[in-house]
Nanobody, 126 residues
Framework: QVQVVESGGSSVQAGGSLRLSCKVS????????MGWFRQAPGKEREGVLC????????YTPAWIMGRFSSSRDNTENTVSLQMDNLKPTDTAMYYC???????????????????WGQGTQVTVSS
């Protein structure tokens, strides 16, 4: 049984930083790329970062403007999302997901990911 568990969500002020973590069990973690998505109330789920199985490439959409980064530890089955210079518009539920592939493309879609966590809430106040 595959389990994906996020942690680290919190309330922060604009301009602050936050680090989310994700622990995966029940599959060969190192075989798959990993993604981070977010979903704000009333909006569609959107991808914010994808990291390849061996961390040689990380995709983030242009509108992230370099504020988010990621690292993974294939021996611990964990992946993190480092978020800097947070804005109130970053407020959302953040989800960790296991890709169906070992690499990342130049976009992210929900359909490309096979297992999902329950999410962790990030709230950014102005």
């Amino acid at each position: 049984q595959v389990q994906v568990v996020e942690s680290g969500g919190s309330s922060v002020q604009a301009g602050g930083s936050l680090r989310l973590s994700c622990k995966v069990s029940g599959l060969q973690f190192g075989r798959w790329a990993m993604g981070w998505f977010r979903q704000a109330p009333g909006k569609e789920r959107e991808g914010v970062l994808c990291i390849t199985r061996n961390s040689d490439f990380t995709y983030t959409p242009a509108w992230i403007m370099g504020r988010f980064s990621s690292s993974r530890d294939n021996t611990e089955n964990t992946v993190s999302l480092q978020m800097d210079n947070l804005k109130p518009t970053d407020t959302a539920m953040y989800y960790c997901a296991v890709s169906r592939y070992d690499r990342c493309g130049t976009s992210m879609s929900v359909a490309e990911f096979q297992y999902w966590g329950q999410g962790t809430q990030v709230t950014v106040s102005s």
